[in-house]
């Protein structure tokens, strides 16, 4: 049963005469690694900002498990949800643990526990713990930053986690591997993840549905490969026509070596393009198994999104 | 460098008092102007009207100058520490104030919306990310602060709050460099330091509480310390202030041994080199100090509103200065000593001996071989030079004027033969100068007697028969000789005190 986290209702904000956001109507699921993505000034930010109140829309009511979010206890909204900026906005006079730990110290939660806890994050998101935990932000480089911000993310076990343009100011690579992570951890732990991009290609990688927003409107949500096949408009077409022959043709995937063949299985689904290979759903052990041309394949889902990846940074 | 040395040695409990006063008066001045000013910087920080308001506000009070508003507070809080403090801290809050509002204010706008978007309390984001972030800044604009107070706090001494510009005012009334150094140098050696202590304590966060510690022992021991000796000293004391110089210092010592001779329980308070006449006349009045030396030509001529001109006879004098206080101000005028302290004329031994010159009278003859030095007030005054012109028939073949402090030297050094000064100047002794006695009674007299509140004579009739036993002692070549042993030979004013009214009989050793 899939249990409507997430709820805009008929949203709408204006500044004045300027209207930033009209008629947003918008479900997100539990669990789901959902995006956020559109030109800058569509207002896709103004949306993620209204799940924490950080901005209160003008008409219409964001509800969170079916209760309005206006009608949370504020800090009690904000203590259990991790946020994480375009900069890594870590506290430059706290240690990386004290860092980590910051929502939990608000809690009341005792010194060794938070530090307990600061270790194991770290281990999480790749930075061996003893080594980083008592360094200060400014000693860390830009991608160890935004990992420990990731982490921060996730101190109090949030259900639910929000990004703003989190990986926008990391050079490609960084990028690559912070996106990487994030899928990773979105894997294990399953809470829901707003994810505010304007990169499409970042869309396409990280989300299982996407939310395209231009001028204020919503302009189509699906999942990625209903969005590269089926796009909704004009606007939806161009926006993703660059990314659309960035995958490759199957070819070329086939000639990598990180394709393994196997026998035909029945239940493998029939693919004709990489786009429909890459909105499959993997199996438990990350293998996307799939026919081509009568033939049986798999590949490991980071492998091809790795694939993706360096092509995108050509 | 000895003269300075040896000031050192004779003053040294005296420059301790005084590093203390200093010392704890900037040491407060700072603790409560931090108090002000950083929780408001906390309070406007996100009302960019109000606090561009304060800042402006603090600006202003920086630029009246610390004199005018030292003169400002003492109709509204009198003299001594409590002015001296609330100046100090009006002046200590605007560095502090500018430094944590932007300080808080140049928190990274990223940082606060994280800090909010993560559920943080206001207290906890001001105590945990703001102000330690703010932190060296703020920290620098208490080193400011701190160096200014300890700079203006010298002016302290003006309204009677003691510390180190006592030594700077008593450097440039005497002309003593030894005592400028004294006062100037310690105050700056103590600005440096505590800069530096400062600079230390904001160094790391291990400094800072450490710090942290000190501070608020040295806050509750002082507290405790001063709860205690408040307790401790239930009987109001007797205070005695004096004017600036070595002779009001030693008179004042001399009143406290007469007291405490006849009344060994009496506590006595002396406040020397407490400021001018205006300023000790109004301490008087206040109730802030009890008794202090004064004389009877400055009673007629500054205090009293007298329409007749100055009498020349001592005697009249002392008695219309008495009547008037009594009649004007409900004051007690203590029968005055035998000296008097007046303008004079001198001239050094040999010219008199060579001119045969003992009296004024006898300057005429030789008006052409006359090259004076004089202050330049003395020089235009018609009390002074210009009267002098028409009451001896004077008319001295040239007349410089110079600083009152450098005609002694003049003096000595032949420039000039003749010069103007007080019969009790120590310099007379030094240089040994011949003082012309005024033979017609131009100048008018000036004696010197105790001066109370009329009520605090009759409060303490055994204070009044101690006092009085000075009456008419004192000759004008005793105070010559006691300055001399006090501003030239740096002896103890109290010693020297002391020494005097033990061997004339005054009070037992």
Not at chain 1, 171 to 196: M, W
Not at chain 1, 276 to 291: K, N
Not at chain 2, 69 to 93: F, H, K, T
Request: with cysteine.
């Amino acid at each position: 049963m899939v249990i409507r986290l997430i709820k805009y209702e008929a949203i709408g904000m204006q500044y004045g005469q300027n209207v930033i956001l009209k008629n947003i109507n918008l479900t997100i699921n539990d669990g789901e690694l959902f995006v956020l993505v559109g030109p800058s000034g569509s207002g896709k930010t103004t949306l993620l900002r209204m799940i924490n109140r950080l901005i209160a829309p003008t008409t219409g009511n964001v509800y969170l498990n079916e209760k309005r979010v206006k009608d949370y206890d504020l800090r009690e909204l904000r203590l259990h949800m991790g946020y994480v900026l375009q900069d890594s906005s870590l506290f430059p006079n706290l240690t990386v643990g004290e860092n980590i730990a910051i929502q939990l110290e608000q809690q009341g939660v005792n010194k060794n526990d938070r530090r307990k806890r600061s270790m194991e994050l770290l281990d999480q998101v790749g930075l061996p713990a003893s080594d980083f935990i008592d360094r200060h932000p400014d000693e860390l480089s830009g991608g160890q930053q935004q990992r420990v911000a990731i982490a921060r993310s996730m101190a109090t076990q949030p259900q639910l986690i929000l990004m703003d343009e989190s990986f926008s100011a990391l050079d490609p690579v960084l990028r690559t591997q912070q996106q990487d992570l994030l899928l990773k951890l979105h894997r294990q732990s399953k809470t829901t993840v707003v994810f505010v991009t304007h990169d499409m290609q970042e869309a396409l990688r990280l989300g299982d549905r996407i939310a395209v927003i231009n001028d204020g409107q919503l302009q189509q949500v699906g999942t990625p490969n209903e969005i590269l096949e089926r796009p909704a408009n004009q606007f939806v077409a161009d926006f993703f026509a660059t990314a659309r022959p960035r995958l490759g043709t199957m070819t070329a995937l086939l000639s990598s070596k990180l394709v393994q063949k196997t026998p035909v299985a029945d239940q493998s689904a029939v693919v004709t393009t990489v786009a429909e290979l890459a909105s499959l759903t993997p199996d438990t052990t990350g293998w996307l198994c799939f026919q081509y041309q009568g033939q049986g394949f798999r590949i490991q889902t980071t492998d091809l999104l790795h694939y993706l990846g360096q092509r995108e940074e050509r | 460098m000895t003269e300075l040395l040896n000031t050192i040695a004779t003053q040294k409990s005296q420059i301790e008092q005084a590093l203390w006063e200093h010392l704890s008066l900037s040491f407060w001045a700072l603790v409560i102007a931090m108090l002000i000013a950083i929780p408001l910087a906390v309070l406007l920080k996100n009302s960019r009207h109000a606090g561009e308001i304060v800042l402006q506000l603090a600006g202003v009070m920086q630029t009246i100058p610390s004199l005018a508003l030292l003169g400002l507070l003492i109709p509204l809080v009198g003299i001594g520490s409590v002015p001296a403090l609330i100046a100090l801290v009006v002046y200590g809050i605007m560095p502090i104030y500018q430094n944590t509002y932007s300080g808080l204010r140049s928190v990274d706008p990223n940082l606060e919306e994280a800090a909010t978007a993560f559920g943080l309390s206001r207290w906890k984001k001001l105590t945990r990310l703001e102000l330690p972030m703010a932190l060296p800044v703020i920290l620098s604009g208490i080193r400011i602060s701190l160096v200014m107070i300890i700079g203006t706090a010298t002016l302290a001494a003006l309204i009677g709050a003691g510390g180190l510009g006592t030594y700077i005012m008593l450097g440039i009334n005497q002309n003593n460099n030894a005592y400028l150094i004294i006062g100037a140098g310690l105050s700056a050696l103590l600005a440096l330091l505590m800069s530096a202590l400062l600079k230390y304590v904001g160094a790391s966060k291990k400094h800072l509480k450490q710090g942290i510690v000190v501070a608020t022992l040295a806050l509750v021991g002082f507290g405790g310390w001063r709860g205690w000796s408040s307790f401790q000293s239930k009987s109001e004391p007797i205070v005695i202030a004096g004017k600036l110089g070595s002779e009001p210092d030693i008179l004042i010592h001399m009143y406290k041994d007469l007291i405490v001779n006849d009344d060994p329980h009496a506590k006595v308070e002396l406040k020397a080199n407490f400021g001018g006449t205006s300023f000790l006349f109004r301490a008087l009045r206040n109730d802030q100090i009890d008794i202090y030396p004064e004389f009877t030509g400055t009673v007629l001529q500054s205090l009293v509103h007298d329409q007749r001109s100055t009498p020349h006879d001592p005697v009249k004098t002392y008695q219309r200065a008495r009547r008037l206080l009594k009649q004007e101000y409900d004051l007690t005028y203590l029968k005055p000593m035998k000296y008097q302290n007046g303008y004079d004329l001198a001239v050094t031994a040999d010219f008199a001996k060579e001119h045969q010159l003992t009296r004024l009278s006898d300057l005429a003859k030789i008006n052409d071989q006359i090259t004076a030095g004089f202050d330049p007030d003395f020089a235009n005054q018609k009390d002074g030079y210009l009267g002098l012109k028409s009451a001896y028939s004077l008319n001295f073949n040239q007349v410089k004027t110079m600083e009152p402090a450098l005609r002694y030297q003049a003096i000595a050094a032949g420039r000039v033969n003749l010069v103007d000064g007080y019969t009790t100047d120590p310099q007379v002794r030094q240089y040994h100068l011949k003082v012309l006695k005024d033979d017609q009674h131009f100048f008018p007299p000036y004696q010197g007697a105790p001066l109370m509140k009329a009520s605090f004579a009759k409060k303490h009739p055994q204070v009044v028969k101690s006092l009085n036993k000075l009456a008419s002692k004192i000759t004008e070549k005793d105070m010559q000789e006691m300055n001399y042993q006090v501003t030239v030979q740096h002896r103890k004013a109290s010693q020297v005190a002391h020494e005097y009214l033990v061997e004339h009989h005054l009070i037992k050793k």
